[in-house]
T-cell receptor
Framework: GIQVEQSPPDLILQEGANSTLRCNFS?????LQWFHQNPWGQLINLFY???GTKQNGRLSATTVATERYSLLYISSSQTTDSGVYFC??????????????FGTGTQLKVEL | EADIYQTPRYLVIGTGKKITLECSQT?????MYWYQQDPGMELHLIHY???????EKGDLSSESTVSRIRTEHFPLTLESARPSHTSQYLC???????????????FGPGTRLTVT
């Protein structure tokens, strides 16, 4: 099956700093989502981005499908950004059942 | 945005007990999923359903079973709980939106299961 690798595994930032999280995948994808898992375990949708670029407030994401990677940018980080960021993909050229394979995540801690 | 509900949120139970984790969604999504997540680890798909009376096993082998008798309801059952079943279980649903060509998956809050 498709392999998903995320880097860095851990990241500590000072409030206000910017960061870039990376997701590499081993095969073509027809679905890619970024999630934020808060300290209570809830997964929150950030972006649906199998290709292209999207922005939502301080967050933006870019997926370069031909090179098999996606980037999540966090600007002006806040303590509420702390948690685990997951990239999840569905492999294949055409749509399937939306069965996602998750990466191992990036644990982010934002300090005052 | 989908509304996905899971109960209970936390469950501590003894070995050998039968348990059912409930999952419901109110958006009429055809596709539903169960994932298992150990602390600090990634999520693994254990079951999925493409509609009523459709259930399939996911990539991670699980001793649990699921049923899909109604579109909105996708319960997970463990016939005899064991300490190895201790984990977080997350339910999700999805639908393809033709208008904006999106296929997002939405998650419930999860159930943290501890088997003693």
């Amino acid at each position: 099956g498709i392999q998903v690798e995320q880097s860095p595994p851990d990241l500590i930032l000072q409030e206000g700093a910017n960061s870039t999280l990376r997701c590499n995948f081993s095969d073509s994808v027809n679905n890619l989502q970024w999630f934020h898992q808060n300290p209570w375990g809830q997964l929150i949708n950030l972006f649906y981005i199998p290709s292209g670029t999207k922005q939502n407030g301080r967050l933006s994401a870019t997926t370069v499908a031909t090179e098999r990677y996606s980037l999540l940018y966090i600007s002006s980080s806040q303590t509420t950004d702390s948690g685990v960021y997951f990239c999840a993909v569905e492999g294949g050229v055409t749509g399937g059942g939306n069965k996602l394979t998750f990466g191992t995540g990036t644990q982010l801690k934002v300090e005052l | 945005e989908a509304d996905i509900y899971q109960t209970p949120r936390y469950l501590v139970i003894g070995t050998g007990k039968k348990i059912t984790l409930e999952c419901s969604q109110t958006m009429g999504h055809d596709k539903m999923y169960w994932y298992q997540q150990d602390p600090g680890m990634e999520l693994h798909l254990i079951h999925y359903s493409y509609g009523v009376n459709s259930t399939e096993k996911g990539d991670l082998s699980s001793e649990s079973t699921v049923s899909r008798i109604r579109t909105e309801h996708f319960p997970l059952t463990l016939e005899s709980a064991r300490p190895s079943h201790t984990s977080q279980y997350l339910c999700a649903s999805s639908e393809y939106f033709v208008g904006d060509s999106t296929y997002e998956q939405y998650f419930g809050p999860g159930t943290r299961l501890t088997v003693t």
